[in-house]
């Protein structure tokens, strides 16, 4: 199973690997929460997804133990309270090397499939980012969504310009699998300590690319301004 990287009485911090879904979908296959029983920890019932991620997506996920625990971090993911951050290498380097993206987004639905689409009426997003690392036309990026849409982050690098690597829905070269990582969290779950930050190690698929980016890199490390 996948490895726990935070556990206490509310909630669980997985680390989700790439490729997998988190949930059933209409045409079947493995998912994240078929393992959920084997993460119980002495409780009556399998924890619950706070929140998603894609399928391709890997990183920090968090699960809520109990039903009273789900309401409490559901309220925190929806005012916009949890930090987030992401890792993306991505095909292109932007200019400048940070900055903040803000657009409305909508999915438009495509013959059998759908995506999401840039569209003023739609629901407003915005991603701040900045440039960790760039090399031969690449680039090392760290991604902090403001909004929690779907496919946000993927849709804004490519707002950018800059894809990211392995999604070609989105325009970024596909040789490889996704390049995105969600790499840390915090979350002000309890009113008088500090917000519990996590952080998720880089993903197998992604450490060659990142490696050529600079990483590890001074000043790329989530855990100082987390709460920021």
Do not use: N
């Amino acid at each position: 199973m996948e490895r726990v990287l935070y556990r206490d009485g509310l909630m669980l911090v997985i680390d989700k690997p790439a490729g997998i879904v988190v949930h059933p979908g209409p045409g079947g296959g493995p998912h994240l929460e078929h393992w959920f029983p084997l993460l119980r920890f002495g409780l009556p019932r399998p924890p619950a997804l706070a929140h998603r991620l894609d399928r391709d997506t890997s990183g920090c996920l968090v699960l809520g133990r109990h039903p009273k625990a789900l309401r409490r971090l559901g309220r925190l993911f929806a005012d916009g309270k949890v930090e987030k951050i992401y890792w993306a290498v991505v095909a292109g380097i932007p200019d400048p090397p940070e900055g903040r993206i803000e657009t409305g987004l909508r999915k438009e639905t495509r013959g059998t499939g759908w995506k999401m689409i840039v569209d003023p009426a739609g629901q407003q997003a915005l991603t701040e980012y900045r440039v960790l690392g760039a090399h031969d036309g690449r680039a090392w990026l760290e991604l902090r969504p403001r909004t929690g849409r779907t496919h946000q982050v993927r849709v804004h690098c490519a707002v950018l310009g800059c894809p990211i690597v392995g999604d070609p829905a989105y325009g970024g070269p596909g040789e490889v699998p996704l390049h995105l990582h969600a790499r840390a969290i915090a979350l002000p779950l309890y009113p008088a300590k500090p917000p519990v930050a996590v952080t998720a190690p880089v993903p197998p698929h992604m450490l060659a690319a990142l490696t050529r980016l600079g990483y590890p890199a001074a000043g790329a490390e989530p855990a100082a301004d987390m709460a920021g």
